[in-house]
């Protein structure tokens, strides 16, 4: 089985940054495209961004290009810096590797969640002065 654990969420305020790591057990980032959700109170999870393990294709979604940046190690852990936050970036985030494809799912500009996928627990950003 895959797992999948996400860290660095907590509490900044607007226009910091914050780091946060999913680190990917039970095989390399080589088999899997790794990606970022998130949810707010009273919003539908939205895809935030995407890094494909195949060719490191990345996807951002237009709330957060610019200010966010994904990225991933030679081993198992992907990073999504996170600058310039705004208090509507306060949610939990949420670290997904798709079990079935190495790359991302985007259908119409929108990055979708993975069929067959592993879910991190979650980890709570707040920004917020």
């Known amino acids: 089985q895959v797992q999948v654990v996400e860290s660095g969420g907590g509490l900044v305020q607007p226009g910091g940054s914050l780091r946060l790591s999913c680190v990917v057990s039970?095989?390399?980032?080589?088999?899997?495209?790794i990606g970022w959700f998130r949810q707010a109170p009273g919003k539908e999870r939205e895809g935030v961004s995407c890094i494909s393990s195949s060719d490191g294709t990345t996807y951002y979604a237009d709330s957060v290009k610019g200010r966010f940046s994904i990225s991933r190690d030679n081993e198992n852990t992907v990073y999504l810096q996170m600058n310039r936050l705004k208090p509507e970036d306060t949610a939990v985030y949420y670290c997904v590797a798709d079990r079935l494809y190495s790359g991302c799912t985007v259908n119409g500009g929108t990055l979708r969640p993975p069929l067959v996928a592993s879910w991190g627990q979650g980890t709570q950003v707040t920004v917020s002065s």
């Open positions: 039970g095989s390399t980032l080589n088999y899997y495209g």
